[in-house]
Every structure is written in C-alpha cells, then in structure tokens.
C-alpha cells in the first residue's frame, strides 16, 4: 500500500542550527502539506503546496520557514535557525485533491528535539 | 480560521460503546474526518462524513453530523482495546485543522 514516509524519524539539533525535514509523498498525488504537533497540544497547519508552490500558510510558517519540492518526489521543510520553541513533531502529507475534498494521508512523523 | 473543539480524555470499559465529541466552527467543509493516532505513529483517516449527511455507519464506528448545531460525534462499538488512541476530528476549507484530539483509554 503507498504510504508517505518521512525521514529522518527523530534530529536532535542545538539552537540556531538549520534542519532540513524530508518526506517522500505519494507518488500521484499532487497537494502536500506540513504540520506540527508540539508535545500535548494540537496538530498545526504549517503549509500547504501545489504546483510548486505554496498555495496556503499559516502565521507560524514565518521567514524561518520554507518548503521545497527539489526533484519531483521529495517534499522539504526547512527551518533556518532553530528555536527552543521549533522543538515538536513534524508530519508531512499528502493528498489527491485539496484540503477537506479529499483524504489526506500522513507520514509518521519527524520528532525536532531544539536543545 | 477553523477552530475545533474536542473533550481532552474518555475512559471506557473493554466492550462498552465510546463517544468522541467535536464542534467546529467552518461550516465550508465539503468532508468532516476523524482521525486516529495511535503512541508514536501518525494520523490515520478513520473515517469520514460528507457534509450534507447526517449519519454515516462502517462496521463498528458509527459518525454523526449536526450541521445546525456545528457537532459532529464519532461512536464505537464494542470498544477493544486496540482502540486505545487519540481520536482527531477534523474539518476545514483548503486546509484541514486539527484540534488537540482525545485520548481514549481503554480499560479491562
């Protein structure tokens, strides 16, 4: 079964370091997404893609923030300088058609662990 | 924005039925989700509701969806303990929002 996989499952990074997270998306699918989940609190919108751009993002996804689809399967989020604060776990996803129209399929996770 | 709105905890017994609650507040959703996710994995689509319904049933998960009222409940079955997750639901326009979910333990 296709599935979104994301790597790497668990960075640990000192403050101020740049991270890149990856996910490999569903091959025919043409909408990805990032979210966050900081520890015991909700699952965040971060950004939205389509056509090689971003199509919508929240007020979290600031200029520390940005996304890349650099060869046509993987999916990047890069943050520039880590903050304490960027310390959650980070799931990619993926999907057919946009937003509620259509069932968004989810990697496990990459845990940021900002010390 | 969306905000949804979920109780944080349900406790419930090997074999009773369980309830999930949720409330909304974007009623542009073409489809209302509930999610699941289990310890140390991600969101996994559990089922889902289009808006115009009021109740959808697949086998032991049975949604309904009050559109007046914004709510939307997710009911279990027989709950197993495999059941044990957090349970998202989830709606939205171009983006799906998520609230904090709720923990269900299941208990013997």
């Known amino acids: 079964e296709p599935e979104v996989t994301q790597t790497p499952s668990h960075q640990v990074t000192q403050m101020g370091q740049e991270v890149i997270l990856r996910c490999v998306p569903i091959?025919?699918?043409?909408?990805f997404y990032w979210y966050r989940q900081i520890l015991g609190q909700k699952v965040e919108f971060l950004v939205s893609?389509?056509?090689?751009?971003?199509?919508?993002k929240s007020e979290i996804f600031d200029d520390q923030f940005s996304v890349e689809r650099p060869d046509g399967s993987n999916f990047t989020l890069k943050i520039r300088s880590t903050k304490l604060e960027d310390s959650a776990m980070y799931f990619c996803?993926?999907?057919?058609?946009?937003?509620?129209?259509?069932?968004?399929?989810f990697g496990e996770g990459s845990r940021l662990t900002v010390l | 924005g969306e905000d949804v709105e979920q109780s944080l905890f349900l406790s419930v017994r090997e074999g009773d039925s369980s309830v999930i609650n949720c409330t909304y507040t974007?009623?542009?959703?073409?489809?209302l989700y509930w999610y699941k996710q289990e310890p140390g994995a991600g969101l996994q689509l559990l089922t889902y509701?289009?808006?115009?319904?009021d109740m959808k049933q697949d086998q032991r998960l049975t949604v309904l969806l009050n559109k007046k009222d914004k709510h939307l409940s997710l009911r279990i079955a027989d709950t197993q303990t495999g059941d044990s997750a957090i349970y998202f639901c989830?709606?939205?326009?171009?983006?799906?929002?998520f609230g904090t979910g709720t923990q269900l333990k299941v208990e013997l």
């Open positions: 996803a993926s999907s057919v058609r946009q937003g509620s129209t259509g069932e968004l399929f």
């Open positions: 091959s025919n699918h043409l909408y």
């Open positions: 893609f389509y056509n090689n751009e971003i199509s919508e």
């Open positions: 974007d009623s542009s959703s073409t489809y």
């Open positions: 509701i289009f808006s115009n319904m």
């Open positions: 989830t709606g939205g326009g171009n983006k799906l929002t």
